[in-house]
């Protein structure tokens, strides 16, 4: 689908005024506000009652290139489209087919993600390359990070062992943050919704000198509480009253700064990425509590490449790049229940922090001969995690890895081969081999093939193999490493016609994944929980997207996953995983001036357990979004630096049903949002 | 336009297009669907917490589902069993909370009550141990908030009492009772509270530390607030309910069994504290069962079950069992039988029908324990000169030893070969005898087996039982998977066993024994041991 971003021009120097702009912003936010407070009173009077592959083509901008590989199943996600729609993170990825959130409370809630069957662990979350999920629980929370600070997402569904290591069973998810422009550019968004919602964001990206300089900040505060239909067993004994969701609350804060310079033959670059998190942790709805958790995490990456093809003079038709990255990761996490855990009768106090550092050295070499094009690359990791905690010893762990990976281009580059092989260890766990080989062929313009065949695994993490013993649960040292088998065959289908009218795509891809060792937490005594490693397991099904642009105007895409992950030995499917997801959207409009979006989400049954006698029945929802650019509308005073002033409308589960993505954890019924983003 | 005008469009937008926030009421309420399996009922959360027979009906039993609260009415002639009914929610009321279960049907919240009495955080109660008193009521256990709830068997609805509590005494302080209502006050309730102070000096815990006056309570001495209702009987015109009172596993405040008059000549059953008795410390820690039991000679007595204090992990026992002998017409402790660091199940004594071998399983081992009640047959046993309890270890002069099984000999029951380590699950067990008396069955948590035993009893009460030939393992039965990873997606966890009473196909169709299992769902399971 091509993405057209706007066409702004950033040549002028940057200022925001004080007068006029302000009033405006703070009419809408206020006028927000106003809502909410009507809603609260309205609330108050009630009190008396009970209760395939995706790939965008881009124009403008330059864009992250894809560290991918061919023939892989990856979308692109252009973030600045996503929040002209008023969307977070996992609405983005909510749409991308075989990608499962699940949502565990309202806006500023937990977010994990599910890749073609797979637990939240088997899909590490990258921010540019470096991971950044939880080195604690290997548990990427997506909902720590804001889309301001982000240009691109890419989601590889699939193997991704062969390219990140240790926990890529399912897929990956890389976040790629904003670079500098060559013109400098600022954008203030502002927002407000219910459950006394407000977030915000500042961003500016320049040229200082030889520097360039991206900064962003976002911020997301809600009081969160919500109503919500308690579930409902069938066999009997309850009922589904509206309850409010207590204790939802959240404090966000996300920065993120680059700076970046071009020496005579090499680039240089540091990343920053701060979170910071504060929210309330309700648990089940069952049993509401008062826990909250706090988490703080700095993320610094400090990399020097030569990305552009540097000529190698003895012989011409040799391109050759490197890069050497050094990225440090440090963790904090406190866990707080006053009520206490496990029956105690004090309060728990837990309190983690992990520090990871990584060095990285990968070089690449493009060779042409034997008829085509070829990229023989090499890459060299080490990883030490060392975690620190007032329940439990600290531990630490050191791992390495090398990759050596063939990129192979034939025919014009219709034919494209890529194996790879990834060793990787762990201290205390045994090497892991890793092959791979992707195989993508483009038999005319408009077919497209693909295969693919990959080995994965994940390593356990320290919470798993070190969770202190407190009678209730458990670690388990003697974890083994979750292994994986995977492969997968698509096509892809696009209109051979010239008519606008038949303008589209068809993609289809088939997936199976043998899954052995997958680690669970399970009920290993009468009254304890540990870790442990599953018998094997099968996740196939397939994946179905039809894009149709019969119109500049027009773009639907309609997305159809079915997924069968099934424990092989009783053949029942595995808890948390939707049967079925079919995901619709209609967007109208010139991107450049107004966008209306509507979607329908279809999510079929949630098994809650693996014996198939308990499960969460389907629903539907709905969301659907609004934005215009009002200057072009002459609905702002004159400002020189204004380029444009989008304001946006959204409303989710617009059905006002009762959603839950897992048992225990409702979400928020109809609710809404207003933004309006700026660009100078 | 003016830009004046353009504003208030803009300021007028944000509410007239954003409306009230929902509250996920429209459509269907979020519905988690249970299937039965091809031997078992499934019911919600993990572990249903009671199940027992109805009197007088061989056909059907009760099972408790643990959250939501209800009763169900079990079908034992069908495969799987089925319920009766789709038992009612318990009625809800607003609350601070986010729950606002009314169960005692005093037209406030239960947690709400609870916090305005000084009970803090928001609580619900959470069912235990079931006991039908009659066709229309049965008595269920909860604690969290502690009391017994009255349900009736034919739909699972509340069933009412009047509440009736004592004047001030000597034998009974209503500051203590503060759930309770004052003299003269009789109201109708669902449910009655088993939340007392019960203080004096040197109280020590399990761990033998000095136990804090809790809140409400007498501040001034050793003192403890009962918890953790464990179970109730009926023996003749008194209620008896056991508390274990539970500080943090393993440290508990001393066991007690409450009493109350339950006066049945009128309707609704009138009950109330008794007046000068209504609170019989026990002699070890962790009362968890009660057993009523007639002697030959026609005297009541009640049988307590002492689990001891154990492990939070079920992994060992810091104080030992004991089964105490209460004379439910003196309300006093007469006897009692020290059984050692067995950790003494919770589901209850089993008694062969010519009361003399009473079995009960274990809360930390693959194994049973056993005592012989007729060092229970003497008529005047307590009632003499000698110090109160009287232990009968064979130890007091004059006094039988009514020890069969216990710590230093228990009854070992077999191990699945391909079951979990012992050393990882650390069993419980469960047993019943047959109603004519000819085996008993004893379940295993981590094993998932049954064990059918058979049973010997010398003829003559006046001949001391062997525990060598007295139980005979006759076979094991595996009627679920162990605690295994392996064992994922199957059924397993299994807990209380019941034994239906009558000949297989003569006397009943169906299963011949059930039983609760825990994982993955809870259940009511049925398996067919001699029933073809």
């Not at chain 1, 279809?602 to 389907?618: M, Q």
């Not at chain 2, 419980?428 to 069955?441: E, H, N, Y």
């Amino acid at each position: 689908m091509p993405v057209l971003l706007r066409n702004s021009d950033r040549s002028r120097a940057l200022r925001v005024h004080a007068a006029g702009q302000p009033a405006r912003f703070f009419g809408v936010v206020a006028s927000t506000a106003a809502a909410c407070v009507l809603c609260a009173q309205a609330d108050a009077v009630r009190a008396d009652e009970l209760e395939g592959v995706e790939e965008m083509v881009v124009v403008g901008d330059e864009r992250a290139p894809m560290d991918v590989l061919a023939g892989a199943s990856t979308t692109r996600i252009d973030v600045d489209q996503g929040l002209l729609e008023g969307a977070r993170l996992d609405d983005l990825l909510a749409e991308v087919p075989g990608v499962q959130v699940r949502r565990l409370g309202g806006a500023g809630g937990s977010v994990e993600l599910s890749i073609r069957g797979s637990s939240p662990q088997q899909v590490p979350v990258f921010l540019d390359g470096i991971r950044i999920e939880s080195g604690l629980t290997s548990r990427g929370d997506l909902s720590t990070v804001c889309l301001d600070v982000l240009d691109e997402i890419q989601v590889t569904r699939g193997a991704g062992a062969a390219r990140a290591g240790s926990g890529g069973i399912g897929g990956l998810v890389n976040l790629v943050p904003r670079k500098a422009q060559a013109e400098p550019e600022t954008r203030v968004r502002i927002g407000g919704g219910h459950f006394g919602t407000v977030e915000g964001s500042v961003r500016h990206a320049r040229m200082l000198g030889p520097w360039s300089v991206n900064a962003a900040y976002c911020g997301l505060q809600t009081d969160g509480d919500f109503k919500f239909q308690r579930e409902r067993p069938s066999s009997g004994g309850g009922f589904s009253p509206i309850e409010r969701r207590r204790n939802n609350k959240a404090d966000r804060h996300t920065t993120l700064v680059r700076l970046g310079r071009d020496f005579e033959s090499a680039r240089l670059e540091l990343t920053q990425l701060f979170t910071h998190l504060d929210r309330g942790a309700p648990g089940l709805e069952t049993n509401q509590r008062r826990a909250d958790e706090r988490g703080a995490s700095l993320l610094s990456v400090l990399r020097l490449s030569n990305p552009d093809a540097v000529d190698d003079e003895s012989a011409p038709s040799h391109l050759w790049q490197w890069k050497a990255t050094l990225a440090h990761r440090f963790e904090e996490n406190r866990f707080r229940d006053p009520e206490g855990l496990g029956g105690s009768l004090f309060p728990s106090k837990i309190g983690t922090t992990l520090q990871s550092v990584t060095p990285r050295l990968s070089t690449t070499r493009i060779h042409t001969g034997f008829g085509g094009e070829h990229s023989f690359s090499l890459l060299v990791e080490g990883r030490f995690d060392h975690r620190a905690s007032n329940e439990a010893k600290s531990k630490s762990r050191w791992g390495g890895s090398a990759r050596v990976e063939v990129t192979s281009a034939w025919f014009d580059n219709r034919l494209r081969i890529s194996p790879s092989l990834r060793l990787e260890r762990f201290d205390g766990l045994d090497a892991e081999w890793i092959p791979a080989l992707f195989v993508e062929m483009d038999l005319t313009d408009w077919l497209r093939l693909k295969a693919s065949a990959s080995r994965s695994y994940r390593a356990p993490s320290f919470q798993e193999l070190y969770l202190p013993d407190k009678g209730f649960e458990r670690g388990n040292e003697d974890l083994r490493p979750e292994d994986a088998q995977n492969v997968e065959f698509g096509v892809r289908i696009s209109s051979p016609f010239e008519s606008d009218w038949l303008d589209g795509e068809i993609e289809f891809t088939y997936f199976l994944a043998e899954i052995d060792r997958s680690i669970v937490f399970q009920k290993v005594s009468p009254s304890t929980f540990a870790f442990v490693n599953l018998d094997a397991s099968t996740n196939r099904g397939h994946e179905l997207t039809v894009t149709w642009r019969p119109h500049d105007w027009i773009r639907i895409v309609a997305s159809r996953t079915v997924t069968e992950a099934r424990l092989d030995s009783n053949d029942e499917r595995l808890p948390g995983i939707a049967v079925s997801q079919t995901d619709g959207r209609i967007e109208l409009g010139p991107r450049d001036r107004f966008k209306l979006v509507g979607e329908v989400h279809y999510t079929g049954r949630l098994p809650n357990n693996t014996a198939g006698n308990d499960f969460l029945a389907s629903r539907v929802a709905y969301d659907a979004s609004a934005a215009v650019d009002l200057v072009p509308l002459s609905f702002t005073p004159t400002f020189p630096t204004l380029e444009s002033l989008w304001l946006t409308v959204r409303g989710r589960n617009l059905g006002n049903v009762a959603l839950r993505d897992t048992s225990g954890f409702p979400r928020p019924g109809r609710s809404g949002s207003i933004t309006l983003e700026g660009v100078f | 336009m003016p830009t004046r005008f353009n504003f208030l469009v803009t300021f007028l937008l944000g509410p007239a297009l954003l409306g009230c926030p929902g509250d996920a009421s429209d459509g269907q309420a979020p519905l988690r669907i249970l299937n039965s399996t091809a031997s078992c009922l499934t019911i919600a959360a993990k572990f249903p917490s009671g199940l027992a027979k109805i009197p007088g009906n061989d056909r059907e039993a009760v099972a408790i589902q643990f959250d939501p609260p209800a009763l169900f009415r079990v079908n034992l002639e069908t495969e799987p069993p089925t319920s009766a009914f789709v038992p009612p929610p318990l009625p809800e009321v607003l609350s601070t909370c986010s729950s606002g279960v009314d169960s005692d049907s005093d037209g406030i919240a239960d947690s709400d009550r609870s916090v305005a009495l000084g009970i803090p955080r928001c609580r619900k109660p959470q069912p235990g141990t079931v006991r039908p008193l009659d066709p229309t009521r049965a008595a269920v256990t909860t604690s969290d908030i502690e009391q017994v709830l009255f349900l009736d068997p034919r739909d699972g609805s509340l069933r009412h009492i009047q509440l009736d509590a004592p004047a001030a005494g000597p034998g009974f302080d209503p500051d203590d009772w503060f759930f309770w209502p004052l003299a003269g006050v009789t109201p109708y309730r669902t449910a009655f509270s088993t939340i007392t102070c019960v203080d004096g000096p040197g109280f020590v815990d399990s761990l033998g530390d000095p136990i804090l006056a809790p809140l409400r309570c007498d501040p001034l001495v050793n003192g403890f607030r009962t918890n953790l209702t464990a179970d109730v009987a009926v023996v003749g015109s008194r209620l008896f309910v056991a508390t274990s009172n539970l500080i943090q596993a393993p440290r508990y405040a001393p066991g007690t069994v409450l009493v109350f008059d339950y006066d049945t000549s009128i309707d609704p059953p009138r009950v109330g504290p008794h007046a000068t008795n209504a609170v019989i410390l026990t002699s070890a820690y962790n009362a968890t069962s009660l057993t009523p039991y007639q002697t030959p000679s026609g005297r009541d007595l009640l049988l307590v079950g002492l689990t001891g204090a154990i492990q939070g992990d079920g992994s060992a026992a810091v104080t030992p069992a004991a089964i105490d002998v209460v004379d439910t017409d003196t309300l006093t402790l007469i006897a009692t039988i020290p059984l050692g660091l067995t950790g003494l199940g919770f589901s209850g004594l089993a008694i062969d029908p010519s009361n003399r071998l009473a079995l009960a399983g274990s809360a930390l081992r693959r194994q049973l324990v056993g005592i012989d009640l007729a060092a229970l047959d003497d008529p005047t046993l307590g009632l003499g000169p000698q110090t109160l309890p009287i232990v009968l270890d064979g130890m007091t002069p004059g006094f039988p030893d009514a020890r069969v099984f216990s710590e230093s000999n228990p009854f070992a029951l077999p191990k699945r070969p391909d079951g979990p380590l012992d050393t990882v699950c650390f069993s419980q067990t469960s047993v019943d005898i047959k109603d004519d008396g000819s085996f008993a069955l004893a379940s295993d948590r981590c094993d998932g087996t049954m064990t059918r035993l058979f049973i010997s009893l010398p003829a003559s009460r006046l001949t001391a039982i062997d525990p060598g030939t007295v139980l005979t393992v006759d076979r094991r039965i595996d009627v679920a998977a162990p605690l295994l990873p392996s064992s994922t997606g199957e059924t397993r966890d299994i807990g209380r066993v019941l034994i239906r009473d009558g000949t297989p196909t003569v006397d009943f169709q169906g299963p011949d024994v059930y039983y609760l299992a825990g994982e993955e769902a809870a259940s009511v399971c049925g398996v067919r041991i001699d029933a073809l």
